[in-house]
């Protein structure tokens, strides 16, 4: 079992910054892919960025591509979000999650992770 908890989210103005953190516990060393979902009202789910827990390659969901950049300390057990520029548009419950095997291609769908935080709001106001 991996328990992932968010933290950092918050209110801020269009353009703005915020950092978002999840730090993992429990079998954390069975992680191979961490990554970055959001749901906005009315919408689902939807893949924001991903990385691999033993290499620095990264992936983007074209929305969010050269204004966010997902990153990870692995002594730490945590997986951050810089969200740079921010829009009305990323206002969303921003999720964690972990993968438990190796996947050749970046894992961009719901169902290719298996574990989960609680969430953490961002609301951007224009």
């Known amino acids: 079992q991996v328990q992932l908890i968010e933290s950092g989210g918050g209110l801020v103005q269009a353009g703005g910054s915020l950092r978002l953190s999840c730090a993992a516990s429990g079998r954390t060393f069975s992680m191979y892919h961490m990554g970055w979902f959001r749901r906005a009202p009315g919408k689902e789910r939807e893949f924001v960025a991903t990385?691999?827990?033993?290499?620095?390659?990264?992936y983007y969901a074209d929305s969010v591509k050269g204004r966010f950049t997902i990153s990870r300390d692995n002594a730490k057990d945590t997986l951050y979000l810089q969200m740079n520029s921010l829009k009305p548009d990323d206002t969303a419950v921003y999720y964690c999650?972990?993968?438990?095997?190796?996947?050749?291609?970046?894992?961009?769908?719901?169902?290719?992770?298996?574990?989960w935080g609680q969430g953490t709001q961002v609301t951007v106001s224009s």
């Open positions: 999650a972990s993968r438990g095997s190796m996947s050749f291609f970046y894992p961009v769908r719901e169902s290719e992770y298996d574990y």
């Open positions: 990385i691999p827990r033993r290499l620095s390659t990264t």
